[in-house]
């Protein structure tokens, strides 16, 4: 079947649209809503086309009772809430619409009742239009009327936010949706009056307006539309102004020189032919100088632009050359760039540091930058550092904001930048490595950047590059220098503020460094020492292993730790030193020397020496608690809970009688070190011993929470101990312990005087515990009812007796330990 000559033009629109919406696909995925909106109206668009062309070519429906011509209305509505969504996903308002899908279904609804005849409407409805709607086309109207409604809405929302959009690069992408959405209008409008040329036209328009649309979703960077349109009014004005030169020269030509050209030249040229010849002559000379004039002044009026692009470049590169001071260079540059341009406020970024993930930038504020920070953070290999840095292109804060592209960078970047308040990010790259950022913000005037204005930044950036380079090369050294000498005064304060004396000698063994503690120690001032061969100033320890020790490090790079050695120091006599000694390293690990740190350890061995002795006389428990707690050495104490254990040795007076007394002494030893032992063992304190009795004390000074079933687990242990040492030597001695314990509050501390204190425990649960201790037979282990209470989960024990104990009115419940776990 041949196609009629009017349905060329719709199949062109489709096959049109048909390639912009596959372009799209092939372009990028379309992962955002927008994209997909979009879409869906260019294939609706296609549906639409090819209906039409159905409907041009009389194809009939397959469906009985339904044409081709009925499905148009319900494209139409389908069209309009389509493009509708799309541009509120395109223009992000923030106010809501959920009528817009609702009003879209009841046009499909009363679209469906007309057509079906469900709805029948009075013909006086129809007198109005002469004609021109009719029961037959009231469907196809209200698809019409539907579709111009969401079209309209869509335009009119573009135009409310692009008059309170700030950004000016924003509003000149809403200005392009809005001519799209304007052109489709027109289009739609010239087709629907069905009438040639009109329809055709509108066919035309319709893919335009399609096309632009299309080419605002795709591309980021659009060239700004009345910079476009004033550089269309500047290049007719630039015309009417050469035009109007030219017929002023031929005026003032004829008039001044006229006749005199009329007599030179007769003979071979007319008057008139002559005077246009010499103009003509005159417009060659001075029309360079005229259109560079009536240029300036055009580009002054319609762009506010007052730069000459090879001048600038010029003077900037005059302006930031040999500048070696990074505060300088920035406040330079980014002078001429707020002047040149007319801008608001600008910033220079430049690369601190960066590590594997991240590019840390410092600023380097210009004109107007206060409340930008010091520093940000940017992430590597996201889609902004890749515009940066990869493509070598400008970013704007914008596309940042819209673009689905930069959707998927990190939220802390996009965030990092929108608080800059910037509109334009321009690269600074040396060797494809980004060493700064320009951040430019809007102009003073509220026009966009042009694409002169981009060239120029480009090339501005290019230039900085290089000084940039050198200024953080200098700027790095100056830091570096500072550091250095800030370390230089601060380790020499450090040294000197040492408890510990350092020492560091050259690889000859000459004292280059000798801080006060080690004049302290050795006592040699630091005025004799430095400079001077140590084994010439430090003459006391050549008589020790000390100039062996410096030999090995200095020619083998061994290390000492904690030496002790012991000298005779001119002034102090016999101390103790504990040396430390390692390779002097410089930053090529080549040894230059040895680094000697020296303590005196005289008072450590002494006091160490004193507290091994107290040891043995005094509980562990109390001697390791001195030193920490100096205060406690006071007289006095405090009430606490605490578990008191007494054991005494049964039988122990008559065996005494068959023995000598050193013998005795020694057995005696015995039992009371295998007593002492297991309370010991279980973290008791060891109070005191009483003869032929030892008494221990839990819960003090060390706080225990379980300091019951520690003291009854001590008891049952000094048993099983005695039992085990009669095992080996046999019964003939037969001595056994009888222990008694009890729990309660008891007032805990140091008892005596200042001069001789020792550390107890006094008061009524003390005297009970005794007591018990004292009618507890050998080999048993008794139990008050309070530490039973405690233990009874743990321990088993039996029913012992009522006990009465001298000075207390009640009797005592005791208990039989029988096991413990």
């Known amino acids: 079947m041949m196609l009629p000559s009017q349905a060329i033009f719709p199949v062109g629109i489709a096959i049109a649209y048909l390639a912009l919406g596959l372009f799209m696909l092939s372009s990028r995925r379309p992962d955002a809503a927008l994209d997909r909106l979009f879409l869906a109206y260019l294939f609706l668009t296609v549906v639409w086309m090819l209906d039409l062309v159905l409907i041009i070519s009389q194809v009939v429906s397959p469906l009985s009772g339904f044409s081709w011509a009925d499905l148009a209305p319900y494209t139409l509505i389908l069209l309009g809430v389509t493009y509708w969504t799309f541009a509120r996903a395109f223009l992000h308002p923030s106010w809501r619409s959920p009528w817009g899908w609702a009003m879209g279904a009841l046009g499909l609804v009363l679209t469906t009742t007309l057509q079906a005849g469900w709805l029948v409407l009075p013909p006086d409805l129809f007198a109005w239009s002469n004609g021109w709607v009719h029961p037959g086309n009231i469907a196809f109207v209200l698809g019409v009327g539907w579709w111009l409604a969401y079209m309209v809405l869509a335009a009119y929302g573009g135009m409310i936010l692009a008059a309170h959009t700030p950004s000016p690069a924003h509003k000149n992408r809403i200005q392009y949706l809005i001519i799209s959405t304007l052109l489709l209008i027109a289009g739609y409008g010239l087709y629907l009056s069905l009438r040639d040329p009109f329809w055709t036209m509108g066919l035309i328009v319709i893919g335009v307006g399609g096309t632009l649309a299309t080419y605002t979703v795709m591309v980021e960077d659009l060239p700004d539309l009345g910079t476009g349109g004033r550089r269309v009014i500047g290049m007719i004005i630039v015309t009417l102004i050469t035009v109007v030169v030219y017929l002023l020269g031929i005026y003032l030509v004829r008039r001044v020189l006229g006749d005199f050209l009329a007599q030179a030249l007769a003979g071979y040229l007319d008057r008139t032919l002559a005077v246009a010849v010499v103009t003509a002559l005159l417009l060659t000379i001075i029309h360079a100088p005229i259109r560079q004039v009536s240029q300036y002044l055009t580009n002054r009026l319609l762009f506010g632009q007052h730069y000459d692009y090879q001048e600038v470049i010029q003077k900037y590169t005059q302006l930031i050359s040999n500048r070696l001071y990074l505060g300088e260079l920035a406040h330079l540059a980014m002078s001429h760039i707020n002047q040149v341009l007319g801008l608001n406020r600008s910033a220079l970024f430049i690369l601190e540091s960066e590590s594997g993930e991240q590019l840390n930038l410092r600023t380097l504020p210009a004109m107007g930058t206060n409340g930008v920070p010091k520093t940000i953070t940017l992430k590597k290999d996201t ?439």
């Not at 804060?397 to 930048?417: G, H, M, N, V, W």
Request: proline share 4%; with cysteine; aromatic share 8%.
């Open 383 to 821: 889609p902004i550092t890749q515009r940066l840095i990869v493509e070598r292109r400008p970013l704007a804060q914008y596309t940042i904001d819209i673009s689905q592209q930069f959707k998927s960078a990190p939220e802390y970047d996009r965030q990092t930048l929108r608080a800059l308040n910037y509109e334009w990010f321009i690269p600074i790259l040396k060797k494809e490595q980004l060493i700064g950022v320009f951040a430019l913000g809007p102009k003073k005037s509220g026009r966009p950047y042009s694409a002169q204005d981009m060239r120029l930044l480009n090339t501005l950036a290019d230039q900085t590059a290089l000084a940039l380079e050198n200024a953080t090369l200098f700027d790095g050294m100056q830091r570096n220098l500072a550091e250095m000498t800030q370390m230089k005064n601060l380790m020499a304060n450090v040294f000197d503020s040492m408890d510990n004396g350092v020492i560091t000698t050259d690889i000859l063994g000459k004292i280059t460094l000798y801080n006060r503690a080690a004049e302290a120690i050795l006592a040699v001032p630091s005025e004799q020492c430095v400079g001077l061969p140590y084994s010439e100033v430090l003459t006391a320890l050549n008589n020790t292993i000390f100039p062996n020790l410096i030999a090995n490090v200095a020619r083998r790079e061994n290390h000492y730790s904690d030496y002790e050695i012991i000298s005779e120091l001119p002034g102090r006599g016999r101390v103790n030193l504990s040396l430390n000694l390692a390779p002097l390293k410089d930053a090529q690990n080549q040894t230059q020397g040895v680094t000697i740190v020296v303590d005196d350890v005289t008072e450590t061995k002494r006091l160490r020496a004193v507290h091994d002795m107290f040891r043995r006389y005094l509980s562990p428990a109390v001697v390791d608690r001195l030193p920490s707690n100096p205060v406690d050495l006071q007289l006095g104490g405090h009430r606490q809970e605490v578990t008191i254990l007494f054991a005494d040795i049964r039988g122990f007076t008559t065996f005494s009688e068959q023995l000598p007394p050193e013998e005795l002494v020694d057995t005696l030893n015995e039992y009371l070190s295998m007593a002492a032992t297991s309370i010991l063992m279980f973290e008791g304190t060891l109070d005191k011993f009483m003869g032929d009795a030892v008494m221990g004390i839990f819960n003090a000074p060390l706080e225990q929470t379980d300091h019951v079933i520690r003291a009854v687990r001590a008891a049952a242990t000094m048993q099983r101990v005695i039992r085990d040492y009669h095992q080996n030597i046999g019964q003939e001695r037969g001595l056994t312990f009888g222990i008694g314990i009890h729990m309660g509050e008891a007032v805990v501390g140091n008892v005596g005087m200042s001069d001789r204190m020792d550390y107890t425990a006094i008061g009524d649960t003390v005297n009970v515990a005794k007591r018990i201790q004292e009618n507890a037979p050998g080999g048993k282990v008794l139990l008050s009812k309070a530490v039973y209470q405690m233990v009874k989960d743990s321990a088993k024990a039996v029913f012992y007796q009522e006990m009465q104990l001298r000075g207390r009115a009640q009797p005592i419940t005791t208990y039989e330990l029988v096991s413990v776990d």
